[in-house]
């Protein structure tokens, strides 16, 4: 049973444009994350949100966690390509030391 | 960097035959993980470490095995590979307070014919 489910599964835009992708799950999780992967390496984790309703930044990448701590999205201003990769989300429980992670979005962007 | 390195980078085996994963980290790190990653499936828990000697199953365990007798290396063994297995298998480290914070190794992509 998948757990997380994320869409759209794959996206592909031109550079400048913006975008959201999702993360959404019937679980509450105590913390989401989410990672980038480029092709031939392993996930790399951009963000942790713990808190229903909390907004982070990182440069062009806005993330949120749903105020029911059950979803989450990422939106990117101005895509560049080198945004290009792999999104994952993955979802914890706090004082269960394994994570659940989503299918991914494939996220191409176009120069 | 956080120090993982996964060997080998690529293999090819066949049916049957049993094949070792390693995980080595440079960190002292307490917990480590196996996954592996299919398309439309995304990443799935193997098994996990909480030291040494300590692991447990994670949601696709059969099948492997593992065993953690130093800190640093941890080792994904396939008693008898099935095509079933093939696949990209990552190994991630959590470093000690970092919170469901993994860091992964560049990945192990296995064939099995």
């Known amino acids: 049973t998948q757990l997380l489910e994320q869409s759209p599964q794959f996206l592909s835009i031109q550079e400048g444009e913006n975008l959201t992708v999702y993360c959404n799950s019937s679980s509450v999780f105590s913390s989401l994350q989410w990672y980038r992967q480029e092709p031939g390496e392993g996930p790399v984790l951009l963000v942790t949100?713990?808190?229903?309703?909390e907004v982070k930044k990182l440069k062009r990448l806005t993330f949120q966690f749903g105020d029911a701590r059950k979803d989450s999205s990422l939106h990117i201003t101005a895509a560049q390509p080198g945004d290009t990769g792999l999104y994952l989300c993955a979802g914890g429980y706090f004082g269960n030391e394994k994570l659940t992670f989503g299918t991914g979005t494939r996220l191409t962007i176009i120069p | 960097d956080a120090g993982i390195t996964q060997s080998p980078r690529h293999k090819v085996t066949e049916t049957g035959t049993p094949v070792t994963l390693r995980c080595h980290q440079t960190e002292n790190h307490r917990y480590m993980y196996w996954y592996r990653q299919d398309p439309g499936h995304g990443l799935r828990l193997i098994h996990y470490s909480y030291g040494v000697k300590d692991t447990d199953k994670g949601e696709v365990s059969d099948g492997y095995s593992v065993s953690r007798s130093k800190t640093e290396d941890f080792l994904l063994t396939l008693e008898s590979a099935t095509s079933s297995q093939t696949s990209v298998y990552f190994c991630?480290?959590?470093?000690?307070?970092?919170?469901?914070?993994?860091?992964f190794g560049s990945g192990t992509q296995l064939s099995v014919l």
């Open positions: 991630a480290i959590r470093p000690t307070g970092g919170r469901e914070k993994l860091f």
């Open positions: 949100v713990v808190t229903g309703g």
